[in-house]
């Protein structure tokens, strides 16, 4: 089995969020970058048990530039076999996706396992596009995926409830919650990966769909107000009058 | 043109108008697509939304994302639009982007508001920690709009219904079961939350909690750690790697408010913290807090709220 994982970076979820330029573009002074969650958690992680069950080989593959190698570090450290940068600033999603799908398409991996969404732009786009452009089935939100022989059985969120479903290799699949436990690299691991050798490859010439132009921060609450807990009615009343939510 | 498009299954959710009332800001003409058996009679009430036609095909499962694309494709060639919103929902996850990459437009994922004077639309960002303002390049957009950003408005009359078969061929993904709790409100659509977390000790002590949802007609969540150790359902888990809420009114008892579970409701419209620690980071973010004792503030907020409801009536 032929996997191919799409990692992104993130910014650590206790990173302090700013703007600078005219807030038009991300402060990243002093922000640590992350694996995000769910491409590592659930797709790195998933794909990893496959291989080990199944037998083949994990890719993983992230579009950004020479900084973002810690994060195929760790993802090799944690196991994949592979590491893959497509070199260019992912500009959107589209762009992001276009370069992921060019680099697939005479690969055929039997697999291609994308996060639900990254923690930075929450789009939940990429996975998709991935597979428009391949022409391949897309199962978005899996919590669940096995493998028997080329048939994929996925478990997956719909409103209000999951679903089952069956699909043939290959296919696109976004991984969310519930698919597989975080695992934590091993000195070994992180040695050996110390020195492994990363693929480069070029960007593709792909115009961007979509672009951010500005950035602001929400309005800080004002304080909270306390009520006493033997004062519920005024609890309820405030929630009535004033909130205006009941 | 502007095309809509919309899950109509039962009846029309308050996300379908919602989404039919931002269209018709957008100022051109709002075309609905749908599918589902929500009768005729009830479907031209989305004119009064806004829309000045909606089209049906009834063939196309609400299950199959790949033949809900194809219907979704043939409706905007068909109506020529060059904007298309749908409700920043799963269905909308699964097949937007894809929309996306056939018809070479740009993807707005999750708005919050109409375009502003310069054609930039809001989003959220770093998991609702900031706002980004998205511009689209190309000729043609899709724009998915998140539920409770805008209240549905009244501005016209009921519309014309249209039965169509646009011969969308079924996907390649086969279903096998689908499993649905009966009776209970969808996390992500509700506009009243309780939810508790290891503060309750045990799955035992829910009772309280679902006791006080009841009263209020809201949904129920969890934090992680609840989640995890089983104590209650994963679906339930709201947070960085669980759902993402924006509920008016979300009630939290026994959850210190981790930046990772606050990640996932600092959409909220109201917080309102129950907590016995005074120093919870949770009451940072809350617009009411109580500090006490869950097992002995939830019951006593569910009477109020009783006592409240029976005044109303």
Known sequence: MKILVCISKAPDTTSKIAFTSGNTSFDENGVQYIVNPYDEWYALVRALELKETLGGNVTIITVGNAVDESIMRKALAIGADDAVRIDAEPKDAYFTAMQIAAFAKNQSFDLVLVGKETINYNGSQVGGMIAEALELPFVSLASKLDVAGDVITLEREIAGGVQVVEVSTPAVISCAKGMAEQRIPNMRGIMAARTRQLTVVPAVEIQELTSYVLYDLPVAKSACKMISPDNMDELVQLLHNEAKVI | ?313
């Not at chain 2, 919050?112 to 303002?133: C, H, L, M, Q, Y």
């Not at chain 2, 750690?225 to 209650?232: K, S, Y």
């Not at chain 2, 809420?245 to 917080?271: E, T």
Request: glycine content about 10%; some cysteine.
């Open chain 2, 1 to 313: 043109m502007t095309l809509v498009y919309i899950h109509s299954e039962n009846g029309l959710s308050k996300a379908a108008k919602e989404v039919v009332t931002y269209a018709k800001k957008l100022g051109d003409g709002v075309s609905v697509i749908t599918n589902g058996n929500t009768a005729a009679d009830v479907l031209t009430q989305l004119g009064e939304y806004g829309a000045s036609s909606v089209m049906v095909d009834r063939s196309v499962s609400i299950e199959d994302h790949q033949q809900l694309l194809d219907l979704v494709v043939f409706a905007a060639e068909k109506t020529g639009a060059t904007t298309i919103i749908f409700s920043h929902d799963l269905t909308a996850k699964a097949i937007a982007p894809r929309l996306s990459v056939r018809l070479n437009a740009g993807l707005v994922s999750g708005a919050t508001d109409v375009p502003n004077e310069s054609n930039a639309i809001r989003v959220n960002v770093f998991s609702g920690k900031a706002f980004g303002f998205v511009k689209v390049n190309s000729a043609k957009r899709i724009i998915s709009l998140l539920p409770n950003s805008i209240q549905p408005e009244i501005t016209g009359s009921a519309c014309g219904v249209e039965e169509i078969n646009s011969g969308a061929a079924t996907g390649r993904i086969k279903l096998i079961t689908t499993k649905k709790p009966e009776g209970e409100i969808p996390l992500p659509e509700a506009e009243l939350v309780v939810s508790a977390g290891r503060g309750l000790k045990g799955p035992e002590n829910w009772g309280m909690v679902e006791d006080l949802a009841k009263s209020l007609g809201a949904a129920t969540a969890c934090s992680r750690p609840v989640a995890d150790i089983g104590w209650r359902p994963h679906h339930e888990h709201v947070g960085q790697t669980g759902v993402a809420i924006r509920p008016n009114l979300y009630i939290a008892a026994g959850i210190s408010g981790a930046i990772q579970h606050l990640a996932g409701v600092n959409g909220s419209k109201v917080i309102v913290v129950i907590n016995t620690d005074q120093e919870a980071p949770f009451f940072k973010a809350a617009d009411y807090g109580v500090i006490g004792d869950a097992f002995e503030v939830l019951p006593k907020l569910t009477e109020a709220i009783r006592k409240f409801k029976a005044g109303q009536n």
